[in-house]
């Protein structure tokens, strides 16, 4: 299926508020690559939404998940969200935004983490799966030759992500699934690939 395909997708089969942030973020990110390997953008945050949906969260967080990174990345306003998709989902998105004016990117990823922290369930489930779906993607990156340093930076913040959704939702199976997936890094790293 192309990335202009409007078909629904199996995991929004009875959300419709998802279904409906399906279409907007496939317009939003048309363009838009992967950097692991160069599929559309749009397929994270789609990855991120199924796993809350089959997680069993609501069609609302479902939503968000899909639209997490809109307002970062394209020329999304929060209003606009909002307009289209409910406050609840507006907010969640923003709160889950990279603050712009924070030029170092540790401090930034410091203050989203905090953010998430202070927000609550829904948001640190739409973290932890967005997490999880960057995992893999940096396995990727591994597997084609990524710059060592840059992959173990983005690997020590998975790391403090996964110590902060343990400490707030320990047990729950999206933090189990991002322990998962950075165990498997280190215990069974990628081979590079020639």
Same mark, same amino acid.
């Given at each position: 299926m192309g990335i202009a395909s409007e078909k629904a997708l199996s995991f929004t089969r009875d959300l419709p508020l998802s279904e409906a942030a399906v279409a907007f973020a496939r317009r939003r990110h048309a363009g838009q690559a992967r950097g692991g390997d160069q599929a559309p953008y749009v397929f994270h945050p789609l990855e991120a939404a199924s796993l809350l949906e089959r997680a069993g969260y609501a069609d609302e967080v479902v939503a968000a998940a899909v639209l997490h990174d809109v307002l970062e990345d394209t020329?999304?306003?929060?209003?606009? *969200?909002? $307009?289209?998709? @409910?406050? $609840? /989902?507006?907010?969640? /998105?923003a709160t889950l935004t990279d603050d712009p004016t924070i030029s170092?990117?540790?401090?930034?990823?410091?203050e989203v983490r905090e953010r998430v922290h202070r927000a609550g369930a829904s948001a640190l489930a739409i973290y932890g799966a967005d997490k999880i779906s960057k995992v893999r993607e940096?396995?990727? *990156? +591994?597997?084609?030759g990524a710059d060592p340093e840059i992959a173990e930076s983005k690997r020590r913040h998975y790391e403090?992500? *996964? =110590?902060? *959704?343990e400490e707030f939702t320990? @047990? =729950?199976p999206i933090?189990? +699934?991002l322990r998962f997936e950075l165990e498997a890094l280190r215990e069974f790293p990628p081979v590079l690939q020639q």
């Open positions: 020329e999304t306003r929060q209003e606009e *969200l909002a $307009e289209r998709f @409910g406050a $609840e /989902v507006a907010i969640l /998105v170092d990117e540790d401090e930034r990823r410091d940096l396995r990727l *990156l +591994l597997a084609t403090k992500c *996964l =110590a902060m *959704l320990l @047990g =729950a933090a189990e +699934l």
